[in-house]
């Protein structure tokens, strides 16, 4: 009996999809080379400079110097809150602000549109921005970090451009049941945007949590600085604690570096799935 061949063709592997690989094969290599050595660097009791693949003399007093001490606690803990709350609000007013710039018979929605485009392109500049964070008691305080990163009309637009590919039909279905436009908002919309929420969501956070500059330039008091801040002091400035472990400066450093980025790398494998495909709500649609 004659073996039955096989119609399917063969897939070639042209040159764009080999140099494709290696481009991003070096990307890569790019990424993680510099946050293997910091994680070595980490775990190793003598500093170093060259790279290495395993340290030479493992131990875990950096992550225990950093546990330990307790000037960071409070900073922590803030960075947790304005992290959580900028988040929050942030999501809220992009998801409210996206949804009312798809109702097309709203009046005035073109010129509301181009008008908060336009902040993308200009501002005041710092000196203003100053003012009117002190006008609303902001300054030295670190509720700054939620308010001013609460509202970013890049992550408005993405939640706009994923409204609009939500199929009419929908809405036009719900305003017939004699849904109202805020129940349509909380009982269609919302649902279908899990992940325009997770990659938005992620992207808030991680602005939020990473964010030194305002501290640096709005904050004073050191009970309202964030994790990042105090992280800075002691690796730029050698505020460093005073520790009985016997390990380098350079260990304590890196392993403040590991702790600080610590958080997002165990959050986000849960959010994967919805980051990999919210990253395209702001393509092109035909």
Known sequence: MAKEVSSKPKQKLHVFDIVNYIV??????????????????????????????????????????IIETTALYRPFINSIITTVLGTLLGLVLSTLGGYVLVQFDMPGRNFLAYLLLFTMIFSGGMIPEYLVMKKLGLVNSMWILVVKHGMN????????NFFEGIPASLYEAAKIDGCSPMGIFFKIVLPLSKAALASIGLMFAVTVWN????????????????????LRTMVMDGDTPTTSYNVSQTTLFNAGIIAAILPFMILYPFLQKYFVTGVNIGAVKE
Do not use: E
């Open 153 to 160: 009309v890049y992550n408005l637009v993405l939640m706009r």
């Open 24 to 65: 991003f094969i070096i990307i890569g290599l790019c990424i993680l080379v510099p946050i293997w050595k910091v994680l070595i660097d980490s775990l190793n009791r003598v500093g170093v400079y060259q790279f290495q693949l395993w340290p030479s003399q493992f131990t875990l007093d950096g992550y225990r110097t």
């Open 211 to 230: 964010d030194y500059s305002t501290v640096q330039i709005y904050i004073t008091d050191p009970n309202q600085t964030n994790f990042q801040y105090k």
